[in-house]
């Protein structure tokens, strides 16, 4: 009996150092070896995009990724990622050693640019005519005489306007607004002309980009700026006249919150807020891209009819998105294929990409943003008040850029990606803290962060 | 002797398996986590190592000390008010009256729910026209700013109570079924009142249950992210910064800083290992 119970716990030990030394080996294999690539085997790229409010543009974009996969007999996999989750998603890859071999409509660009990470696409840029590239799109992608993207759109933001409010409040000369002290002036003319109806919808939620860019106007606007080259040096928020600037950018914001122009809940918004907020009928405007016109059409014609675009005196490029290649890629002349059959075809990616749109994309060559143009004075985009090709002239500042700088960097894309900025808005526009001591406070968190990217 | 060594070798060769896995998936990133908080890396470049550098600058910086305030009054006050809910309903729920077994499962639905759920939820409960203000104004109250700077810590402290409650309840109301019934005949006796009977039989005996859902629960309040995350993201400012979001923050957003996060946690390091420490003892006594 004891003997029989003797060989069970033998057997029972056995099997379970047997498991143990599979356990170890199993782990060490996938740790340690990598398999060997077959020589014959198909070649694939791993592809993520930033999913977009227009769907049409993911449409078009899979269209062509799949044709080029297709007339190359290469295997394509796409993964769509949240506007929120890619930037996160992307860094995790990097870190992980194992990020996708391109992006589209992407970002963030410069901390892997800066990093050396991505592959100089300077040929590819070449061969889609440089010249017919808009420089301010062209600088957003260089570093170092290189270039390391491709951006695939102007984003210009346009203040959409409830055009029958206007009217009951008799404030058509007022568009479009001739300086930035105007958009307070309006929010104060069209406020509750219609009962329940605020004049503007003023982001100032923590976790929203749209707090971000939305103050950018009015600090950019009134001559701000926050660097001017990657260095502590560089910083300039809190210089004169800079420092003025800012202040003056706060104390808008601040008439408008504290007067009660904008809806009361404006210091909780994200992203979408203002879009639903105008698309919903509680305020009569709203600076965005045209995606919340692009909505309108699709979910609410009759306030489509009855909405005006008009560019402020400043337009923010929001179009950080863009493509990229991971010098990690196994295949980097497959990779830089596809990026330039994307664009290769100008007039297909007007159409599918831009106009599909409804101009919420605005396209990075000048010579379909000139088709656009003749389109539009032959009355083809009745809701835009001003020529889109004027939004390019006025677009003055890049949402991640650093400015006057004009250029993204590290620095600019993690204040803005970390939402430190809206800190700084919501601590000086909300909270009503001491201008001074909010601007010193975030001088000094600016000089930090860029003494530890680049060094001194 | 020669036996009890053998007895020992038999156990260990019992949870080899285990221990190989734990070894693998727990220690190892540990030690990785450790070594890493020692170095300065740039997202996809390479450590160099930094000595105390991140230690530092964590302990010099306000931000640092305010998560930390925020952690533990985000995670004691809801914990405290969780463990009195969860009592009451236990009590209540413990007497026996008609509706009882259907009470006593619709009060679990709120823990039955994802935390992602709920505070996807509570976003449309908090919302300037959503349901609470509905109510209040239905009330003839003005309407509340739930989430803005002074009084989002309030409704995160909210939010986790409705969640969390309910694991206290059933926790407690296991704990109240345990304890044997003629004690309380004897009390009756005795001429004991109810409140007497609830303080030298109900307290005492549910002491140890009290301690070890007080203590897991506030290990995992502590550790919540989903639920602020996703409703406040840490803001407006840093009004409901704590230790997780923050960490998450200087890894993926406001620094992209591994080394500094993984310093971080470091730091925060012997609070969970206090309570996890305390746990244990506790579930073993």
């Known amino acids: 009996m004891s003997e029989q119970k003797g060989k069970q716990k033998s057997r029972v030990i056995l099997a379970v150092a047997i498991i143990a030394l599979l356990a170890v080996v199993g782990l060490a294999v996938l740790f340690f070896v990598k398999p060997a690539p077959t020589p014959a085997e198909k070649p694939k790229l791993v592809i993520w995009g930033r999913a977009t409010f227009v769907p049409p543009q993911m449409y078009w974009v899979e269209k062509k990724v799949r044709e080029w996969a297709a007339k190359n007999n290469v295997d394509v996999e796409i993964t769509w990622l949240a506007v929120a989750d890619i930037g996160k998603k992307l860094i995790a890859a990097v870190e992980a050693g194992n990020p996708p071999d391109i992006v589209i409509n992407g970002h963030p660009v410069a901390i892997f640019a800066e990093r050396g990470l991505l592959l100089p696409i300077d040929d590819i840029v070449k061969n889609l005519n440089e010249s017919d590239i808009y420089e301010v799109k062209l600088k957003q992608c260089s570093w170092e005489g290189h270039y390391y993207c491709i951006p695939t759109m102007f984003e210009a933001t346009w203040l959409h306007v409830r055009w029958d409010i206007v009217e009951k409040a008799g404030a058509q000369d007022l568009f479009p607004l001739k300086t930035l002290d105007d958009l307070y002036v309006a929010a104060k003319k069209l406020h509750m002309v219609e009962p ?181 004075k032959a009355g083809k985009y009745l809701a835009f008040g001003e020529d889109p090709a004027k939004a390019i002239e006025k677009v003055k500042f890049m949402e991640t850029a650093a400015f006057p700088l004009g250029e993204r960097t590290t620095v600019s894309e993690t204040f803005r990606e970390g939402f430190i900025w809206n800190e700084m808005i919501q601590r000086a526009v909300v909270k009503g803290e001491n201008y001074d001591t909010v601007i010193d406070f975030y001088a000094q968190k600016l000089r930090e962060e860029v003494k530890r990217v680049y060094g001194g | 002797m020669k036996r009890r060594l053998k007895d020992s070798m038999y156990r260990w060769f019992y949870v080899l398996p285990t221990v190989v896995l734990v070894f693998f998936i727990f220690i190892v990133p540990i030690i990785y986590e450790v070594w890493l908080s020692f170095q300065a890396k740039p997202v996809g470049g390479e450590p160099v190592f930094a000595g105390l550098y991140n230690y530092q600058r964590l302990l010099s910086s306000e931000t640092f000390y305010k998560t930390v305030a925020n952690t ?214």
């Open chain 1, 196 to 376: 329940g109806v605020y004049g503007i919808g003023l982001p100032l939620g923590l976790n929203g980009y749209d707090t971000w860019w939305t103050f950018q106007h009015f600090w950019g606007g009134y001559g701000g700026g926050m660097l001017t080259s990657r260095s502590v040096n560089g910083v300039i928020m809190d210089k004169e006249p800079y420092r003025s600037a800012l202040k003056r950018a706060f104390e808008i914001e601040r008439k408008i919150w504290t007067e009660g122009l904008t809806p009361p809940d404006s210091d909780q918004w994200v992203d979408v807020s203002n879009n639903k907020a105008y698309i919903e009928g509680k305020i009569a405007m709203a600076i965005n891209p045209a995606s919340i016109y692009y909505a309108l059409m699709t979910q609410n014609p009759k306030l489509a009819a009855v909405t005006k675009l008009f560019l402020l005196p400043v337009s923010v490029d929001c179009g950080d998105e863009s493509v990229f290649i991971f010098k990690t890629t196994k295949y980097p002349e497959l990779a830089k294929d596809l990026v330039y059959y994307l664009f290769a075809d100008k007039d297909d990616y007007r159409r599918g990409f831009v106009e599909a749109s409804a101009l919420y994309a605005l396209p990075i060559f000048k010579s379909q943003m000139a088709v656009i143009s003749r389109d539009w």
């Open chain 2, 72 to 285: 533990i009054i985000y995670s004691f006050s809801s914990v405290f008010v969780k463990a009195l809910i969860g009592l009451g309903a236990a009590l209540l729920l413990n007497e026996k009256f008609w509706g009882r077994g259907f009470l006593r499962g619709f009060s679990i639905l709120p823990w039955a729910f994802p935390s992602f759920v709920c505070a996807v939820l509570f976003w449309f409960n908090y919302d300037y026209r959503g349901t609470f203000n509905t109510l209040l104004k239905a009330l003839g109250l003005q309407p509340v700013h739930w989430l803005s700077y002074n009084n989002a810590m309030l409704s995160v402290v909210i939010l986790n109570i409705w969640h969390g409650w309910p694991f206290f309840f059933m926790g407690y109301l296991a704990g109240l079924q345990a304890i044997p019934v003629d004690l309380y005949e004897a009390a009756d006796i005795d001429g004991a009142t109810a409140l007497q009977k609830f303080r030298h039989i109900t307290l005492p005996m549910l002491k140890p249950v009290i301690l070890t859902v007080v203590l897991l629960s506030l290990m995992w309040t502590m550790g919540e992210f989903t639920q602020i995350y996703m409703t406040t993201g840490g803001g407006p400012i840093d009004a409901t910064l704590t230790i997780p979001i923050q960490t998450y923050k200087i890894a993926f957003q406001t620094e992209v800083n591994m080394p500094l996060a993984a310093a971080y946690s470091i730091l925060v390091l012997p609070i969970y290992l206090a309570l996890i420490y305390f746990t244990l003892r506790q579930m073993g006594e």
